[in-house]
């Protein structure tokens, strides 16, 4: 019985050696005498000591800086754009037999990819399509990423600089373009008004009710304003009779 004790000992250190623990959002990639025998978690499991290892991989979203990335545009204008990448790994053991570092791979692929999206599209399309550009370089970098098992969640691009001379150029285009919107609206407007003008005068002509209606009006509306002097205008039938009557009284 003596001997049995060292050896249950022995069992028992072997067993409890053995044990590993890998959490929700873990999963531990093993490997016995370096080859790969499969992937467990989450949860207790057991591997053997001294002849298995396990290298723990996380699942989580990950974020990745891509800051300060200079590219030139297909207008041939230089920027200076952040972009931030959202990824996570997918498949544990991909992670680790076809890639040495991730997150390095990863920010390299995001940079090439970044320099190349942005050297096919013009400087407007740039400002303008950020959402698209950021959809297209997902999909991008994403497809370089898939053989090992890294998934690109989302790609946002945070900021982009252009040359201060092209901000000022870009702030004269854009004042140019208020003031011709400006213009073109002051221009609709008195031709609106002026088509109005044209029907009320059609109106008035074929109807001399109205005419006198609109006298009275402008009577009102200058007696309403208090001034000092009031204008009283006469019917164009008074008008055209004492035109006729002073060519009468000269002949």
């Known amino acids: 019985m003596d001997f049995l004790i060292p050896i249950v000992i022995l069992a028992l250190a072997v067993l409890f050696a053995g044990l590993r623990i890998a ?16 992937t467990r978690g989450p949860g207790l499991f ?6 298995d290892v396990a290298i723990r991989v996380d699942l989580r979203v990950v974020t990745t800086a891509v800051a ?39 920010t390299q692929v995001a940079i090439t990819t970044l320099r190349d ?4 599209h013009t400087l407007d399309d740039i400002l303008k399509e950020q959402s698209a550009l950021a959809g297209v370089l997902q999909n991008a970098i994403d497809t370089v990423t ?8 989302r790609v946002a691009m ?17 004042e140019a373009l208020r003031e011709k919107r400006a213009r073109l609206i ?11 003008l044209r029907q009320a005068a059609e109106q008035m002509m074929t109807s001399p009710a ?13 007696g309403a304003e208090q001034n000092s002097m009031t204008i009283v205008m006469m019917p164009s039938e008074f008008v055209e009779a004492a035109r006729a009557f002073a060519k009468k009284a000269g002949g």
């Open 46 to 51: 057991w591997i053997i000591p001294l002849v």
């Open 210 to 222: 109205a005419l006198e209606l609109r006298r009275m009006q402008m009577l009102t509306e200058v």
């Open 158 to 174: 945070k900021s982009v600089e252009i040359p201060p001379t092209m901000q000022r150029a870009m702030a004269q285009e854009a």
């Open 68 to 106: 300060g990335q200079e590219a030139i545009s297909r207008d041939n204008v230089p920027i200076k754009i952040d972009a931030v990448i959202w990824r996570r790994i997918v498949k544990a053991e991909l992670s680790v037999f076809e890639v040495r570092n991730v997150e390095d791979a990863v």
């Open 117 to 120: 999206v942005i050297g096919r």
């Open 146 to 153: 898939e053989p090992w098992g890294v998934k690109v969640e």
């Open 186 to 196: 002051k221009a609709e407007a008195e031709t609106e008004a002026a088509e109005k």
């Open 23 to 38: 959490r929700q959002y873990e999963r531990c990639v093993v490997l016995r005498f370096g080859r790969y025998v499969g």
